[in-house]
Each structure stands twice: as structure tokens, then as C-alpha cells.
């Protein structure tokens, strides 16, 4: 998945940079696991909030959260997006690039706020399959290629959409 990324990121020289990371599932640990193996500065990750789940409703902690966690990363688990407090916590790591992978959509005030723009992984053919299940809708409806992944680069001067097939 990530070719396509360091693709975008030897464009313009951004290994230097400090990153913020947006995931939830174990699809989107793997994204952030090749973005530290690669050397990248993530400076914070953020998440869903801890829920109770299972029958016991036990605390749940989101597979990000934990590898963020083992790797000793400042996690965020705002409830809402737009909380002010959440934001000024944003803006403290001073990131210049975003990487969301697997989270819900971000508000403007979020997406534009590092300087480098936000790049959005998604696992599927988009705008085809986006939603809960778009590997699972992907194999349902007998698509061929199924293990691709689009990368959109939005920054403040130009907009990059780059596509990569295992």
C-alpha cells in the first residue's frame, strides 16, 4: 500500500516532515507500521474513543490505539472532530501532513489544517465501493482486481490522486 504513498512523499522530499495519523481498524495498523518502518515522523495518532464491546462490555481499545501505544505515540481520541479542545490539541503536534486511513470522513477545519495537505488511503475502487464493507462488496460483486488501493493528496496548491495494485 504504501508504494504508492512514497510515491507522493519522494515528490516532495517529505520524510522530514511531522505527521498526524487518522485509523481505526487492523487495516489502517498496517499503514501506520509501514509509515514507521519507513522512517516517517508520526507525531500523533488519532482515533475512536475506547467503547465497551463483547458480552462482557469490556472496555475495547482500537487496534491503532494499541500499536500507537506499544510504539510510544501521543494518541487522540476526540468524540467529536470539531471540539475545540480536540483542535487545539491537533495543532499543538504541528504536523505538516495528514495520513487517514480507515476513519470516518474529517471536517474542512481538519482536513486543511497542516500546511502539506492530508492524504486519504482507502482499500477499495473509489468512489465505487466507499462504506462499511468495500473489500467484502469489492469480492461480491466479482470485481478482478480487488487488493487496490487509491491514494487522494489534497494540499493547498495542487490535488494528486495515485493508484497502486498488488
Given at each position: 500500500m504504501i508504494c504508492c504513498g512514497r510515491q507522493y512523499f519522494q515528490e516532495f522530499n517529505c520524510s522530514n516532515y511531522a505527521y498526524n495519523f487518522y485509523g481505526y481498524p487492523d487495516f489502517a495498523v498496517e499503514s501506520l507500521k509501514a509509515l514507521l518502518e519507513s522512517g516517517y515522523n508520526v507525531v500523533a495518532v488519532v482515533t475512536t474513543p475506547d467503547k465497551p464491546a463483547g458480552r462482557g462490555q469490556k472496555i475495547h481499545q482500537s487496534p491503532v490505539k494499541v500499536f500507537a501505544t506499544q510504539h510510544n505515540i501521543p494518541v487522540l481520541q476526540p468524540e467529536k472532530l470539531r471540539n475545540p479542545e480536540f483542535l487545539e490539541q491537533l495543532k499543538?503536534?504541528?504536523?505538516?501532513?495528514?495520513v487517514v486511513v480507515a476513519f470516518r470522513m474529517l471536517p474542512e477545519v481538519v482536513w486543511n489544517m497542516p500546511p502539506m495537505g492530508t492524504i486519504n488511503v482507502h482499500a477499495s475502487l473509489l468512489p465505487q465501493y466507499r462504506g462499511a464493507a468495500p473489500i467484502?462488496?469489492?469480492?461480491?460483486?466479482g470485481?478482478?482486481?480487488?487488493?487496490?488501493?487509491?491514494v487522494q493528496a489534497a494540499t493547498r496548491n495542487r490535488y494528486r490522486s495515485y493508484t497502486a495494485v498488488k
Open positions: 499543538s503536534y504541528n504536523a505538516d501532513i495528514q467484502n462488496h469489492t469480492i461480491i460483486n470485481e478482478k482486481r480487488i487488493r487496490r488501493h487509491n
